[in-house]
Nanobody, 117 residues
Framework: QAQLVESGGGLVQPGGSLRLSCAAS????????MGWYRQVPGKQRELVAR???????NYADSVKGRFTISRDNAKKLVYLQMNDLKPEDTAVYYC???????????WGQGTQVTVSS
C-alpha cells in the first residue's frame, strides 16, 4: 500500500529556513515523479515544485530561487529546502507521487508551515 509521510513543518520567522521531508513506501519510488504542493484555506492546492526520476525539476514562479526540491532514491525520500521564507509561504504542504508528469496518484497527509514574526 502506497504511503507518503511528510515531516519538517513548523513555525519560522520571515527570512528563515525550513527543510521538509517526505518518506515514501509501497511504491517503486525510483520511477515516480515527486512533487510538493501547498494549500491555504479557501484556495486551491497549488504546485510548488516537482522532480522527475532523473532529477529534472520545475518550480512555481513564486518560489524560484528560494526553494529547492531534491530526492534520495536509495532512501525513498524527497526534500523541499525552503529559504528566505515569507508570510505568504504559510500553508499546509503536501507531498505527491505520480507515474506520469502532471498526474499525481498519491498524496501525503500534509505538514503545516507557518511564517510569522
Amino acid at each position: 500500500q502506497a504511503q507518503l509521510v511528510e515531516s519538517g513543518g513548523g513555525l519560522v520567522q520571515p527570512g528563515g529556513s525550513l527543510r521538509l521531508s517526505c518518506a515514501a513506501s509501497g511504491i517503486a519510488f525510483r520511477i515516480y515523479v515527486m512533487g510538493w504542493y501547498r494549500q491555504v484555506p479557501g484556495k486551491q492546492r497549488e504546485l510548488v515544485a516537482r522532480i522527475t526520476s532523473g532529477g529534472s525539476t520545475n518550480y512555481a514562479d513564486s518560489v524560484k530561487g528560494r526553494f529547492t526540491i531534491s530526492r534520495d532514491n536509495a532512501k525513498k525520500l524527497v526534500y523541499l529546502q525552503m529559504n528566505d521564507l515569507k508570510p505568504e509561504d504559510t500553508a499546509v504542504y503536501y507531498c505527491s507521487a505520480g507515474q506520469v508528469w502532471g498526474i499525481d496518484n498519491y498524496w501525503g497527509q500534509g505538514t503545516q508551515v507557518t511564517v510569522s514574526s
